[in-house]
């Protein structure tokens, strides 16, 4: 095992060249549309999936809102996917990338903002200044309130970032420690692969909340401008 931490997280190159797109594209390719006219048990999980989490993000929305009905389940699959391709052996996890993630949000939260500011002037700069502010706490208030509105793109991505960071990192370290154990206590190395594969699938389950919470993030956004 590498005993680098951090060396998971780079970019794979061969011949110079990054991957970093072959390895995003990767999982999507796996997606095959299905060719039968009558749907398997498997198509059938997926359709009732697909109406599920629909059905949880778009219940709130108004009739200009859940035409982002497609765009919001294709990122969910996008972020799921990506972040199962790191669960596997010597992978390259993409949404470890802090730039990735900023790549995602930033242009999501900013169509938000301009659905807002187009759709719904008054009520989106209204969000600027709470009902009964003071006088003297105006220019106050309003500067904080649009210094949280900027930072709400790159809170989504550090939180992705650094949820699956975190997950990879604390596997690779247990690892390690579990083959320096195995030469030395069998039973406490037994102990930590247990461990390790508790955590594994702790990690399956993170991988999809993570991407679940992502998606959930920008449809608030969207909710509260459309």
């Known amino acids: 095992m590498n005993q680098n931490l951090f060396a998971s997280f780079n970019i794979p190159i061969i011949l110079g060249i990054p991957m970093v797109t072959l390895v995003i594209l990767f999982p999507t390719m796996l997606l095959m549309p299905p060719n039968n006219l009558i749907n398997n048990r498997l198509s059938s999980i997926q359709q009732w999936l697909i109406q599920l989490t629909l059905k949880q993000m778009m219940i709130t929305h108004s009739t200009k809102g859940r035409t982002w009905s497609l765009m919001l389940l294709a990122l969910i699959t996008f972020i799921a996917l990506n972040n199962l391709l790191g669960m596997t052996p010597y992978a390259f996890t993409p949404t470890t990338q802090l730039s990735m993630n900023l790549g995602m949000a930033i242009p999501l939260w900013a169509a938000t903002v301009l659905v807002g500011l187009r759709f719904k002037t008054k009520s989106s700069l209204a969000h600027l200044l709470p009902q009964g502010t003071p006088t003297l706490l105006i220019p106050i208030l309003i500067i904080i309130e649009t210094i949280s509105l900027f930072i709400q793109p790159m809170a ?71």
């Open 156 to 226: 989504l991505a550090v939180r992705l970032t650094a949820n699956i960071t975190a997950g990879h990192l604390l596997m690779h370290l247990l690892g390690s420690t579990s083959l320096t154990l195995l030469s030395i206590y069998l039973s406490s190395s037994l102990i930590t692969i247990i461990v390790i594969i508790l955590l594994i699938t702790l990690e399956l389950g993170v991988a999809l909340i993570q991407a679940y919470v992502f998606t959930l993030l920008v449809s608030l956004y969207l909710h509260n401008n459309s």
